[in-house]
């Protein structure tokens, strides 16, 4: 299904006999390593995919810290409840760094903001399940934070220098995250009562296959792909990436005594790599439609808080705008 709604674009991906010579001197610098910067110019593709991959990962982190903060007032311990305050606000710190590195490619905050509050722009189709109990906090940072940096670490090495930068920051965060997740569960699954663990295969039943889909849709339906390697913005393919985190993941629920809820999942000794079964395709492409069972609320949060703060807002520019006065004045 999700193949008849979008188009591979790798036809589409221009050899370098095909570009004018400004472009095939930009696909050049890329093949070489270089990094561009804001002020070098770049095709204007370049620079919109840059806008559109950047502004939904800004968004992702800040539409990320709702779910877990639905747990901050209930964690189970001090020493827990400090622990997920630090990542949520470090979830809100990569928004900033994020929407800063789009800010360089000529659009505003104020922009971005519009797209996503009024549903223009995506954000990670991860956020828009629910948290139910305190394992699925676990389960986001093992399984969430573990496949956001899979996908992240690959992004350091991005063309473009101000998301590369960005991203060397985030992800040394990121670790810090995974690990919180996956201690969180160690303690449940190793030192807990069979409730507990009972809890813990119950989060991970539900966020699976949703993890899996944070990778992006196969690579033969993937529409940004082709171009997006070309220029280096992306390092790996999609499928590439989720077969890494598969295989990087089976050991660690082995060792939590955990079931991955998928019958097709067994090593294969010929690849060097696990075969899995397919995530289900129509259940991505309908929370990517706004479907999902947290859309609505994870949208309205979000349209909320902007509502909330206006007033905010408007004392900082009238602050602002008194000191301009005042030092025009002087
Ligand atoms: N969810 O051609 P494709 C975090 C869209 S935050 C929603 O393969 P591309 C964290 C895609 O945008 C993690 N949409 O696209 C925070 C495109 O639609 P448009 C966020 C998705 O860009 C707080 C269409 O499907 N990480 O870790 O080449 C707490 C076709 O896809 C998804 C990032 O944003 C999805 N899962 O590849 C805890 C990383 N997948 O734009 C944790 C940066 C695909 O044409 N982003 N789509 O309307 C990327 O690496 C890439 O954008 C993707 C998709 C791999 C996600």
């Given at each position: 299904m999700y193949a008849q709604m979008v188009r591979s674009d790798a036809a589409s991906v221009r050899s370098i006999e095909e570009m004018e010579p400004r472009e095939r001197a930009f696909q050049q610098r890329i093949d070489e390593g270089q990094k561009i910067e804001p002020k070098d110019w770049m095709p204007e593709g370049y620079r919109r995919t840059l806008i559109r991959q950047i502004s939904q990962h800004a968004h992702s982190e800040i539409v990320g810290q709702l779910p877990e903060g639905n747990w901050i007032t209930r964690a189970p311990t001090l020493e827990r409840k400090a622990i997920l305050l630090a990542k949520v606000q470090d979830e809100a710190g990569h928004g900033l760094y994020l929407y800063c590195a789009a800010e360089t490619l000529g659009i505003s905050r104020d922009e971005m903001y519009d797209q996503l509050h009024s549903g223009r722009a995506k954000y990670s189709?991860?956020?828009?399940?629910?948290?139910?109990?305190?394992a699925d906090i676990g389960c986001i940072g093992w399984l969430v934070d573990g496949a956001a940096i899979m996908n992240q670490v690959p992004l350091?090495?991005?063309?473009?220098g101000p998301y590369a930068r960005a991203m060397v920051r985030i992800c040394k965060e990121e670790s810090f995250h995974q690990r919180q997740g996956y201690d969180i569960l160690v303690t449940m699954c190793r030192k807990g009562s069979d409730q507990q663990r009972a809890m813990v295969q119950n989060a991970l039943d539900r966020w699976w296959w949703p993890s899996l889909m944070m990778?992006?849709?196969p690579d033969t339906d993937s529409v940004h792909s082709a171009q997006s390697m070309a220029w280096k913005i992306k390092q790996n393919s999609n499928d590439e990436l989720r077969q890494k985190f598969v295989d990087e993941t089976v050991p660690q629920a082995k060792y939590l005594g955990l079931v991955i809820p998928d019958p097709e999942l067994a090593w294969n000794e010929e690849r060097g790599a696990h075969d899995f079964g397919e995530p289900d395709w129509n259940e991505f492409l309908a929370v990517l439609n706004g479907?999902?069972?947290c859309n609505r609320e994870r949208l309205g949060a979000r349209r909320a808080a902007w509502a909330d703060g206006a007033w905010y807002r408007e004392g900082l520019m009238a602050h602002a705008h008194k000191r301009v006065a005042g030092v025009a004045a002087e």
């Open positions: 189709s991860i956020f828009n399940y629910p948290t139910l109990s305190w350091q090495r991005c063309s473009y990778f992006g849709p479907n999902g069972p």
